[in-house]
């Protein structure tokens, strides 16, 4: 009998023990200790094993499952949920049991004017209490419905904020990815300068020992190479820079990449139009989370509001009790082996149940103001929520157009740039073959070079802009989800949408062709932004591509 209630009591223990479990998977080793070198490496060591080339898709699907700042973020999601069930208990009632036990000893001695029977006496009681009580709250001015609707949209609120943590981290991903790229740029650049320098200097070399022009022209190309070479070694110290802020936000412990990490350079493509502003304002206004997490707060500041009028009503609780109690009681008179007592000791066993139940009221009908002043107050949060969501609203708006005006520059800034490039690349070829003739100056192949130099330089920052451009556009329209950055197989990439209208039918979308935010003229080989015009059919808006890293293609 004994081993089944040990058995139950365990099983009991297990139980309740279980259900206050939360599983997760552990942050890496490596960041719990206080070494590097000597650090315990596990799965996070390893992110990178069998990718020998990273996209920008790689390193944001990596990123959202191993950063642990977005990690941090789903798991204030799972408390926020925990919270909500919590609110949901105020409407069970609520059971507790007691138990004691104890054992008394009672004399009394030195008695006067006592007869001989009254000898001292001894008493001693042994007695137990077993009591369950339960109370339940039957209304409370539904204080407690407005708790689980606050505790609700907190829950809702702690999930946009999840969303909007990918959001930004994505964004964040893509700019030092970037970087990467413009890094890797430069190097080629500065390679390509170098080469040509190094080029110039052996000729002018062979002219110099023949005596055709004067050492200085040799220290001149000297002097253009190692400042090639200066331009190499600050490329490879950007390179190092960003892949080490990429490696942070991709939560790699290691802080670098492999040396034979490769990163695809198939981002100098041509890029689409886009259509009409404000197909990304309504895209934007229902998609960002960050917006949605201040309209959340607006409802919780509402629900507060109205929580602070259940204090004027009372509050009716049923309860009930059952008490058991026993008591063993042991007399006892004289002192052993004196007065020569023969009285046997008597016993007493008593068992007292005892059960009540009832209803309780409590209302306050007057407490100073108090819950005056603390309605006022709450209607003051509301009004802040309130006119905090708008200034969200207001700063979403500024943005999109922001990031769209930054793209629409960007592209044009492109244009222009790849059309300076190649007439500088001309130009420098005309000016290197003047010089070799004899017949064009040094330092105007020395402006021809920088020019070229330069031309590339500005083109390959414009290429990266575009991509910045585009990740700051994706951001600030809120499109993909963090699921799908997670699993973009499985999962689609978001469309961009207009908001519906009245009747319930959704606004035609513009299209590219006919509303664009950059739109070519022939006039003077500019490049001018056009103000978007509504077009007459419903085509719809194309959608953005599903891979970040690659433009949109013309068509």
């Known amino acids: 009998m004994e081993f089944k209630l040990v058995m139950r009591a365990g099983t009991l223990g297990l139980l309740l023990a279980a259900a206050g479990c939360y599983e997760y998977p552990p942050a890496p080793t490596s960041t719990m200790g206080d070494t590097y070198t000597l650090r315990q490496q596990d799965g996070a060591d390893r ?40 609110a949901w208990g105020a409407y069970s009632p609520t059971i507790g049991a007691t138990f ?3 054992n008394t000893h009672n004399w009394t001695r030195n008695t006067k004017n006592m007869s001989y029977d009254g000898a001292p006496t001894r008493t001693q009681t042994f007695s137990t209490n077993t009591g369950i009580s339960a109370n339940w709250l039957l209304f409370d001015g539904l204080a407690r419905e407005f708790t689980v609707k606050i505790y609700e949209h907190n829950y809702d609120y702690q999930k946009q904020l999840e969303e909007d943590e990918a959001r930004s981290m ?13 890094a890797i740029e430069n190097r080629r650049i500065a390679e390509e300068d170098s080469e040509f320098q190094q080029s110039s200097l052996r000729d002018t070399q062979l002219k110099y020992e023949a005596g055709t022009v004067p050492l200085s022209d040799v220290l001149n190309f000297e002097i253009a190479a190692n400042s090639a070479e200066s331009n190499k070694i600050t490329a490879d110290y950007q390179y190092e820079v960003a892949i080490y802020a990429l490696a942070v936000l991709m939560g790699y412990p290691e802080g670098s990449f492999p040396k034979d990490l490769r990163f695809p350079s198939d981002f100098k493509t041509n890029f689409s139009e886009l259509p009409a502003t404000d197909i990304y304002l309504d895209t934007a206004l229902a998609n960002r989370p960050d917006l949605k997490a201040y309209r959340e707060q607006l409802e919780i500041a509402k629900y507060q509001m109205y929580q602070t009028w259940s204090t004027y009503s009372p509050t009716v609780n049923a309860y009930f009790n059952f008490g058991y109690g026993t008591s063993l009681n042991h007399h006892r008179s004289g002192w052993e082996g004196m007065y020569g007592s023969n009285r046997a000791p008597g016993n007493t066993y008593s068992e007292s149940p005892s059960m009540g139940y009832g209803l309780t009221a409590d209302w306050m009908i007057f407490n100073g103001l108090i819950r005056e002043n603390k309605i006022r107050e709450y209607k003051a949060n509301l009004a802040v929520a309130e006119f905090s969501a708008a200034a969200k609203w207001l700063e979403v708006i500024s943005e999109v157009r922001t990031a769209y005006a930054n793209y629409a520059q960007s592209v044009r800034q492109t244009r222009l740039f790849e059309k300076t490039r190649d007439l500088s690349a001309q130009q420098r070829d005309l000016v290197d073959e003047g010089y070799k003739a004899g017949n064009t100056e040094l330092t105007r192949l020395n402006e021809a070079q920088r020019d070229l130099v330069e031309a590339e330089t500005n083109l390959a920052s414009s290429y990266i802009n575009i991509q910045n451009a585009k990740a700051q556009l994706d951001a600030a329209v809120g499109m993909n989800s963090a699921a799908y950055y997670g699993d973009p197989e499985r999962v689609s990439p978001g469309v961009l949408q207009n908001t519906p209208v009245a009747n319930g039918e959704e606004k035609p979308a513009q299209p590219a062709a006919e509303n664009t935010a950059v739109a070519k003229t022939e006039e003077a080989g500019a490049v001018v932004v056009e103000e978007p015009v509504v077009p007459a059919d419903g085509a ?9 890293t690659k433009a949109p293609e013309t068509k």
């Not at 990273?54 to 798991?75: E, G, R």
């Not at 994505?170 to 413009?182: D, P, Q, S």
């Not at 719809?540 to 970040?548: S, V």
Request: glycine share 4%; proline share 8%; net charge positive.
């Open 47 to 86: 992110l990178l094993d069998g990718i020998s080339a990273l996209t920008l898709a790689d390193a944001q699907q990596i990123a959202i499952k191993n950063n642990p700042t977005y990690i941090a973020a789903y798991h204030a999601v799972n408390a926020a949920r925990m919270r909500y069930l919590q």
């Open 100 to 102: 004691s036990m104890g």
């Open 170 to 182: 994505m964004r964040a991903v893509a700019y030092a990815y970037n970087t990467v790229l413009l």
């Open 540 to 548: 719809k808006a194309p959608p953005i591509p599903a891979d970040p």
